[in-house]
Every structure is written in structure tokens, then in C-alpha cells.
């Protein structure tokens, strides 16, 4: 046997890790394609996209037709002026799409980008075999994949933390500060995103004990920082104030208070009905979205580096972040919604994967010692096999959800309505007006109160007609004027 035919070439071609990062993109442009059928699912995806459109004009928003209160429409702040609720980032990275008419094909490329830089880095840090462990395991992550497959920001704020990552990285094994330069600029357009995600990046690096590399990040964070005060006092009136709190009202008046509780409170560490949710977030975490294993092949690698490895930094940073990642999650409310269980803890999937990497050799050696080397063969083959079969599981509840709450455009396309009015009848009408930024297309979608009679609103647009949507498995449409 040749060196070129050695096992360990296998670990080490590029061409394999390419082959895999191919096979993961492919796999997320499908999903969002023909499973998800590149819509916008929830209200936070069809807020986001609502503002990539307005970006994809070149404009921050739009203003506020006649009747405002007839069209609320979820997580979208409709004042004098429409626009989302969310920070500039994610949206500005849709909008690349939106322009073209592809917004759906910006959150794969993301995926793949987070991908190829946990790789790179993991490669530079651990070698090649744990480079592609790390790639596998947060590429077949049922969480990485599905949220790679839709629009929420959890991608995209997954990319650029994965920068964040690979700087510290290289700073551990050079101390170059320059390396910090990019870690606070990763961080920035975090903030950016998901502004407490990159809060949480940076305390974690408190990690490090570097007082200088932290200050040089902060200050490398600073200016991405400014552009998000600019933002909001263009969109909301003041530099501090963001479409979190200027949305609430309209959230409380839609949910009922309940609903539009602060998400941020110091009492759900003791509160029954959030303790038991966030037990429940950490069990889907580990037992739903992620590769089946991977919590202990991680715990594993976080003593598998000694004190004399030379990624002993990396895996004090990578148990500070994931740390960091769950205790802040018990501080933050976690209700059901229509989103992934464990979607706030996307970003502890890089450190996860990190450690994973480290640990799979561990893990592997032990199971072959105790049970056989077949064994821990099938073992490492059933969770692969499993990984994609547990996001297959969820798909299969979600998919029917999105055929439902795309069923009324769908019917009303299919009855041919083209200027005129639809009255959304549904429990939660506000999930459906979806009338795009600047209100300009043939349908107007009204998500007005149940009260709301079909005569006050044909009053309201006398020279359109007027039709009622009724929610129903399929819509039923029926024209009052």
C-alpha cells in the first residue's frame, strides 16, 4: 500500500471536505426549494423578507397606506411608515437575493460559508480528520440544516460567529492582534443580526484573559455598532430605541399581554413554566437537533485536549461559549412558537462541532475496546444515518403547516383575483396580510378585527371589490362586492 492509498489521505483530501460542503449546500437548497417552497413561514421569516425587499429597492421603508390598523401584520412595524422590526443585517444579506428574485437561495449559501470556515479552522487547530468530523457534524445537524433551509437570522448570525471562532483560533496560536481586528469585525456584524448572540460571543472571550485582545475586538466592534444606532434612528426615531420595543404594542394588542411579556427577565430562573421550558429547549438541543451522540462525543473532547495541547485555548473558549450560550438561555423567555425548539442556541453549535472533533477519536477507541471495532462502526454509521432522518421527522409536521399558511394565497392565485380587497377570516388574520413593503400588488390583504363588517370595509374601498377569505383546510373565498 502507497502513502497516496494510506487511510489517513482520505482524512486529508480537500477534494472529500469540497465534496461533503457540496452535498450539505445541495441538500439546503433542496429542502428550502421543494419542502419549504422558499416561503417565508413564519412571521419572523416574512418580516425579514419584507425588509430585504425594501433594501432590494434602496430603501429603509415605506410609508403606511390609507386604513394602517386593517393591516397589521406580524413582527412588521406599520406607523406612518412600514418596515421590520428586526436589525439591518440579515435583511441587507436577503436582499442580495431579493434583487434578483432568489431571496430563498441566500440562507444556504450562508450555511455553506459557516461550513467552510468551521472546517478551515478546525483543520488549522486540530488537524485534518477533525476538520472533517467538525464539518459533518454541524453540516448534518438537523438545527444547522433546517434553519439553513429557511430565512430566519440564526444562519446568518452562525457565519459570521464562525469568522468569530476562526479568529480566535489563529489568534491563540499566533497572538497577533491583528487576528482580534477580524474577531470584533465577526462580532460587529453579529450585532448586526442578532445583537445579543455577539454580546455573548464577547463575554465569553473574557475566556481568553487577554485584556488587550479583548479591547482590540471591542474596538474593531465599534463602528458596526454606530451603523446599528444610525439604523434605528432612522427607522425608529432614536439611536437606542429598536423594532423590538416599538413593535411590542402592536404585539400586546394582537396576543394579549401574556404573549408580549419582556423576553429578558431575571425571574425566569425561577419560574415553573419557563425552568420547565428551558429543560425542555436543552433535551431537543441535545436529542432532536443534533447529530445523535454528539453531546457526549463534545463532552468527551473537552478532556481529550490536556493542559500541554495546543488548542488548550480553543477548548476553554469553546466550553466558555457554550456555557455562556446556555446559562443566558435561562434568562430569556421560552414559550412555544413556531420556530425550531432549540433555535437560540444555534450559535453553540460551532464550539459543539469544535469539540466534537475532538472527541470522536476518544470515542471511537473506547467503543472499539469495549464492544468491537464492528460496533462502534454501526454505531457511527446509525447516527449519520439518523441525523438526516431526524430533520426528515420534523419536515414531515412542517411541511402540511406550510401548505396551510400558504394555502390562502394559493387560492386566492388559483380564483384568478386580481384588484381587489381579501378580508383574512382566521384566528390570527395578522399572520396573513402579507401586502409586501410598499403595498403595490394586486391583492390587498386586510387583517381587520372579526367586528370589522364586509359593508364598513367595502365603504372604506369603494372602487374595489371586495372579498373574505375564511381559514380552512382548503381557504374558502367568497365575494361580497
Not at 59 to 86: G, N, Q
Not at 166 to 190: E, F, P, Y
Not at 234 to 256: E, I, M, N, R, S
Request: proline share 6%; aromatic share 12%; glycine share 6%.
Amino acid at each position: 500500500m502507497t502513502d497516496s492509498d494510506s487511510p489517513r489521505s482520505i482524512w486529508e483530501s480537500t477534494g472529500l471536505a469540497l465534496a461533503i460542503l457540496i452535498a450539505c449546500g445541495v441538500m439546503y437548497l433542496l429542502v428550502a426549494r421543494l419542502a419549504l417552497h422558499a416561503f417565508p413561514f413564519s412571521g419572523d421569516e416574512y418580516s425579514l423578507t419584507l425588509q430585504a425587499e425594501l433594501f432590494a429597492r434602496g430603501i429603509l421603508k415605506a410609508p403606511a397606506p390609507e386604513h394602517a390598523d386593517w393591516l397589521r401584520v406580524d413582527h412588521v412595524v406599520i406607523d406612518r411608515w412600514v418596515r421590520s422590526k428586526y436589525p439591518p443585517g440579515a435583511p441587507a444579506l436577503l436582499a442580495l437575493g431579493a434583487r434578483a428574485g432568489v431571496a430563498w437561495i441566500v440562507t444556504p449559501i450562508e450555511g455553506v460559508v459557516a461550513l467552510l470556515v468551521t472546517w478551515l479552522s478546525t483543520r488549522r487547530l486540530l488537524g485534518p480528520r477533525e476538520a472533517l468530523i467538525a464539518l459533518v457534524t454541524l453540516g448534518l445537524a438537523p438545527l444547522f440544516a433546517f434553519q439553513a433551509a429557511s430565512f430566519y437570522t440564526q444562519t446568518a448570525t452562525t457565519m459570521f460567529l464562525a469568522g468569530g471562532f476562526a479568529g480566535i483560533g489563529a489568534w491563540c496560536r499566533t497572538h497577533r492582534s491583528a487576528w482580534m481586528v477580524l474577531v470584533g469585525a465577526a462580532i460587529g456584524c453579529t450585532f448586526l443580526i442578532r445583537p445579543i448572540d455577539a454580546l455573548l460571543f464577547g463575554a465569553a472571550m473574557l475566556s481568553l484573559r487577554s485584556a488587550r485582545a479583548i479591547v482590540i475586538a471591542a474596538l474593531s466592534a465599534i463602528p458596526f455598532v454606530v451603523v446599528s444606532c444610525l439604523y434605528q434612528n432612522a427607522q425608529f426615531g432614536a439611536p437606542f430605541l429598536d423594532g423590538y420595543h416599538v413593535y411590542q404594542p402592536t404585539f400586546a394588542a394582537l396576543y394579549g399581554a401574556t404573549a408580549a411579556a419582556n423576553p429578558i427577565l431575571l425571574s425566569y430562573l425561577w419560574n415553573p413554566v419557563q425552568l420547565w421550558n428551558h429543560i425542555d429547549v436543552f433535551r431537543a438541543f441535545v436529542v432532536d437537533w443534533t447529530v445523535p451522540g454528539t453531546a457526549l462525543v463534545a463532552l468527551m473532547g473537552a478532556f481529550a485536549i490536556g493542559r500541554e495541547h495546543p488548542a488548550r485555548s480553543m477548548r476553554t473558549f469553546s466550553v466558555a461559549l457554550v456555557a455562556t450560550y446556555l446559562g443566558a438561555l435561562l434568562l430569556t423567555i421560552a414559550d412555544v412558537d413556531d420556530g425550531a425548539r432549540a433555535r437560540y442556541l444555534s450559535s453553540a453549535l460551532i464550539p459543539v462541532a469544535f469539540l466534537s472533533a475532538a472527541g470522536f477519536a476518544p470515542a471511537c477507541a473506547a467503543l472499539a475496546s469495549r464492544f468491537g471495532p464492528r460496533v462502534r462502526t454501526t454505531l457511527v454509521v446509525i447516527a449519520l444515518v439518523f441525523a438526516p432522518a431526524q430533520l426528515a421527522a420534523f419536515l414531515v409536521a412542517r411541511v402540511p403547516q406550510v401548505w396551510k399558511r400558504e394555502g390562502l394565497y394559493r387560492a386566492v392565485e388559483g380564483a384568478a383575483v386580481h384588484d381587489a380587497i381579501v378580508v383574512v377570516r382566521a384566528a390570527y388574520p395578522s399572520r396573513y396580510a402579507r401586502n409586501g413593503g410598499l403595498f403595490d400588488r394586486p391583492v390587498l390583504y386586510l387583517s381587520a378585527p372579526a367586528t370589522t363588517s364586509a359593508e364598513t370595509i367595502a365603504a372604506a374601498f369603494p372602487d374595489r371589490a371586495i372579498w373574505e377569505a375564511n381559514e380552512g383546510d382548503p381557504w374558502t373565498l367568497r365575494r361580497t362586492r
